[in-house]
């Protein structure tokens, strides 16, 4: 599973942590799927979206929305 997180008016993306519900404004044009490193727990949230970093899927042309 993925999250995609909808854009704001400004493009940017409201990114709110699985854990703790803390927010950020995130400005990132090529994808909507943010996995953001937490405080909280010390890790990346939403953990779905982590691996899809992590592994550089990212790069990929198929996979930008």
């Not at 996995?35 to 779905?48: A, D, F, G, L, V």
Request: glycine share 4%; net charge neutral; proline share 3%.
């Amino acid at each position: 599973m993925i999250i995609i997180y909808p854009k704001l008016a400004n493009g940017n993306v409201l990114w709110t942590c699985d854990n703790c519900d803390k927010q950020a404004e995130i400005s990132f044009v090529e994808t909507r799927r943010i996995s953001i490193y937490c405080s909280c727990t010390k890790r990346c949230n939403p953990i779905c979206n982590a691996e899809y970093y992590n592994t550089g899927e990212y790069l990929s042309n198929e996979t930008k929305i």
